[in-house]
């Protein structure tokens, strides 16, 4: 593997037609957001996969409020690891992170000092904290989502817009300072494991088990597949396209509009989710009714609903005999070490917050500035419902001020969403790392989360060709066979059929209906506590994270075994060639 993974193919003048960089100006606290610079080498860079589509102009606020914004200010409040935080270039469209380094000793000593201080009475009142935290997002989000945008003038589009995002950046400061300290608990423990010899791969089953919002809203949609399947619709749905499944609904009445009603009752509750994360390009439930309807359909394909009380019985059968296997070899001083740790992971809970806090921020949060955008770019008779995404914050409030003028942008946004295209079509063939990159790394949120272990720096090394057998981190036990389907983002993720094997970047939580259907999954990224690995434990289906190139290696249509407690997946047959030996 290359010391250096060159970034000179990023570095260039061109970027969104028309862009000037007064238009990326936010507050920041160490680092802003930025393009690839040479000396952006000397660090270590990695393509972020929870944004495999790209950035357009709008999108742009997440990097700034988000990426770079709250993690910066959650950095200030609790660092976790001893970083200011997380630093973002932007290669094209793309999105890579990295840390943002902190090289002063007398810095991360009083840093360290502070979390001392402030971390336990976190962990001892977070069931309080957070309940405040969701009651503050339910208050915002219900003024947003119902929201009435008929006869709003200009000015009063700008001004809600403006509200939209001042309520997207304080989620976004609400998900990273709880997440920091929480993560901050979470290290402890597997510092405290790693001393006391209990394997990596066992640590995060001894969180698994708990239930979570994103689990109840798959709940209603095999609800709603039950129902749909006593109503004797399955003809409807097997002959129909997701996108024509709606309207066929209705033009047939009796059954069909019962159960409509209740698919249109679901939506009011769980509708406002996005087919990825904080991503304004991305239409939420309510507004495209497609991926909910197209999942239910491949559902009425299984012969059996998913079992999710099964699931839940055999996880939490995983996890107590992961915890007295654990326990049973350690010194009696040991265990009440452990047990102490434990409990406060357990109650502190990161892997059950990380599904958790994404029905109310991940999925969510971006669509009120989403609705907004779209309402302005209707008043302002754009050519597409969604031009006005492709222009950058500061434009967008000079058209609705009255500063500006739409026909001044009209040529522009053209070009603009033809960039965008060029540069998610280029997703795929994007390099995985830039900069300098380590031999390994030691920080466990690396590790654990974005998945940068020994496997998937392996896997940089080579170019993946003729490679039939990956390695990477064994998320979820157990060995499945199927088909393989590979996708870059999750826009066409309710067309795979059941018993298909997932191969993809990473998920998120928009991913997790798929989980009911697949056989197993594999991803590029992540580790023991990315989404897919925790996912695949609460479902019971063999995942494995971290191989780096599966998305290039594997092809649509190969066979592919999964093995999830060894952590290895082979290539037994592709799409057009023989079984392998």
Known sequence: MPDIYPVDEFLTEEWYPGFTPDLLEAPYLAEPVSRFTKSDENRFWFLDFHWPRGMTPMGMLWPMDGYTWATQHAAQLLPLPPSDGLATRMAGTHIYGGEVPIDSAWNIGQRALRMQQNLGPFLTNFDAIWANKVAELEAGLSYFETFDFSGKSLAELGRH?????????????????IMYPLLANYVGFYGLCGQLGIEPSEISKFLQGYDTKILETDRGLWTLTQQARAAGLQAIFAATEPEDLYDTLKRAGGAAGDWLAKFDAFLAVYGWRCEGIFDVMLAPWVEDNT???????????????????????DSIAEREAAIDAARSKLSREEVTAFDAALASCQKANFAWWNDEHNYYIDLRVSI???RACLALGEALGADRKDDSLFLFWPEAIRVARGDSKWADYRGIVKDRRDYYEHWLARRSKMPKVLGAVPDKVVDPIMIEIFGMHHHFFNAMKSDGSDQTTLTGVGASTGLARGVARV???????????????????????????AFGKIAACVCDGGGTLTHASIISREYRIPCVVGVGLATQV??????????????????TKTAASPVHA
């Not at 594997?554 to 407690?565: A, L, M, Q």
Request: charged share 30%; glycine share 6%.
């Open 161 to 177: 817009l403006v509200d939209a995002r001042t309520f997207q950046k304080r989620a976004f400061e609400i998900h990273f300072e």
């Open 291 to 313: 991926s909910p309807l197209g999942t239910i359909r491949t559902f009425l394909l299984k012969d059996e609903d998913h079992d999710f009380e099964s699931s839940r019985r």
């Open 368 to 370: 009120p500035v989403r």
């Open 487 to 513: 996708l870059h983002s999750a826009g066409e993720l309710h067309r795979i059929q059941p018993g298909e094997i997932l191969v993809c970047e990473a998920t998120s939580p928009n991913w997790t209906p």
């Open 554 to 571: 594997i092809s649509d249509g190969d066979i592919v075994e999964v093995d999830g407690s060894r952590g290895i997946v082979r290539v």
